[in-house]
């Protein structure tokens, strides 16, 4: 390959978990030389906008241009260029320019690619990255209906922020957003996203129609995934005085044509024809599909390929370090492989993506040094994530719909109607999980219940009595 610049480390995406690994790198050892391999002029950056416990803090995500990026750290040499082929026993890299670099540990941060639907339409768009949500502002401006594909938090929160434009709702499940919240969680959410939020940048008037029917390759968006706030500078909306939603239940896409189907009954024309597995036709100016992530992993051409997991995800051990010698992976290009901690699960959120990184940027610094292993973080004992659905900071902790405990396990509930929604996961006398929605002030208390596993079952559903200070119970 020719004389190659090295460097002590490369890291391999510019989002949140490439960013907090070098942050961590550079903290470590300020005098090492850097790579940072990017797609994107931009880089994300996370910062604690509220720590509100010692495990649980909402986060803002900046984009910053990567020449900032590189005045705040001068020993970072920033290369815009995707990466093509690693070469571990040479321990070189290629990109897709051509160019080539050599490296002493190196961490693959690449992310995901969305999993499109699988038709051949230009009226179909990934929401993934910042250019694809410009991209999906500008293309709203002019529309008066649009499909969007997907039940996760990209497509939940864009369901709550689309101003002035009729939307159908496709969703495989039985209620929204079922991959965070349940049944009740999502009743709630529904029977708020109508109300003037005070607090909201603008009013949403929405109306919500349902219809529940029982019935039975990714492609590659180059940049950084979308974090917490994506659409806070941006303003989506459509071309209408107001807006509906048409939720789908429990349905996918069957076909999408540009061509009115025979069977489509309205006059109307439309760009795009939506035909979904329950019978129905609708038409519309484009589809958004936000359908999930496949991890986006890196070709090898020497020696043994990575172990991938059942996700496909690239195997970490508890150092982070792939199953070839030098190379770390961190976020959601990666799958934890070791026992993890019973209140703990991985999830492909940024929330994950951030600690993942820094811990894998403290992991190969103390590597190089040749310093001991180090004690897994403690980010890993307990699950947490804050996001925001129809106005409403929602606080995930522990197994919090119950994951792990095989069903038998007792839910506590308490609900106050536009204000806030509390779920309790209790099994055998001892808190596992919450789920949070509102300002309840609660989370301090369930967290070190959910830690210290103590026993509960004397207090039963004076847990969630309004009138008790719990808090009490437990200093």
């Known amino acids: 390959m020719g004389d190659l610049k090295h460097f002590d480390f490369v890291v391999v995406g510019g989002g949140i978990a490439g960013i907090s690994a070098i942050e961590q790198i550079c903290l470590r050892i300020p005098e090492s030389n850097v790579l940072l391999l990017t797609a994107s002029a931009f880089v994300r950056v996370a910062t604690a906008k509220l720590r509100i416990t010692s495990h649980i803090e909402e986060l803002q995500i900046q984009e910053e241009a990567v020449k900032d990026f590189h005045k705040r750290y001068p020993n970072v040499t920033v290369v815009i260029a995707k990466l093509e082929t690693i070469y571990p026993v040479s321990h070189s890299i290629k990109t897709t320019s051509g160019a080539t670099y050599g490296y002493r540990k190196i961490c693959i941060c690449s992310g995901s690619v969305p999993k499109l639907v699988n038709f051949d339409s230009p009226n179909i768009i990934g929401l993934r990255d910042t250019d694809s949500a410009v991209n999906l502002k500008q293309r709203l401006e002019k529309s008066n209906r649009v499909c969007v594909l997907g039940n996760g938090g990209i497509a939940t929160e864009l369901i709550y922020e689309l101003r002035n434009i009729d939307v159908i709702w496709v969703i495989r499940d039985k209620y929204i957003a079922s991959a965070f919240v349940d049944s009740g969680a999502a009743e709630f959410l529904m029977n708020c996203a109508d109300a003037d939020r005070t607090g909201d940048k603008h009013s949403k008037a929405l109306r919500y129609t349902t219809s529940h029917v029982a019935t039975g390759t990714g492609k590659d968006v180059p940049g950084c995934a979308l974090g917490p706030n994506w659409h806070t500078n941006l303003e989506l909306t459509g071309a ?104 703990w699960f991985q999830m492909r959120l940024w929330s994950q993506a951030r600690p993942m990184g820094s811990y894998a940027g403290m992991c190969m610094a103390a590597s190089l040094l040749k310093e001991a292993p180090l004690p897994l973080d403690f980010s890993f004992e307990l699950f947490t994530h804050v996001t925001r659905f129809f106005g409403f900071r929602v606080v995930l902790l522990g197994l919090f719909n119950g994951q792990k405990l095989e069903g038998r396990y007792e839910a506590l509930v308490r609900v106050t109607k536009g204000v806030e929604y509390l779920k309790l996961v209790v099994q055998d006398g001892k808190l596992h999980g919450a789920v949070l929605i509102g300002d309840t002030e609660m989370e301090e208390t369930f967290e070190n219940l959910i830690l210290n596993q103590l026993d509960i079952s004397q207090y039963g559903e004076n847990l969630l009595n309004p009138d008790i200070d719990i808090e009490d119970y437990f200093d």
């Open 240 to 343: 209408l005085a107001n807006k509906n939603v048409k939720i789908e239940f429990q349905t996918f896409i069957k076909d999408v044509n540009e061509k009115k189907p025979d069977s489509y009954q309205e006059k109307d024309e439309w760009p795009v024809y939506v035909t979904l597995n329950n019978g129905k036709i609708f038409g519309c100016d484009f589809v958004v599909s936000a359908t999930g992530v496949s991890p986006s992993i890196p070709e090898i051409k020497e020696g043994s390929p990575f172990e991938l997991g059942k996700d496909g995800g690239i195997l970490v051990n508890q150092s982070m370090e792939s199953s070839v010698q030098d190379i770390y992976a961190a976020g959601d290009v990666c799958t934890v492989n070791w026992d993890v901690a019973f209140h």
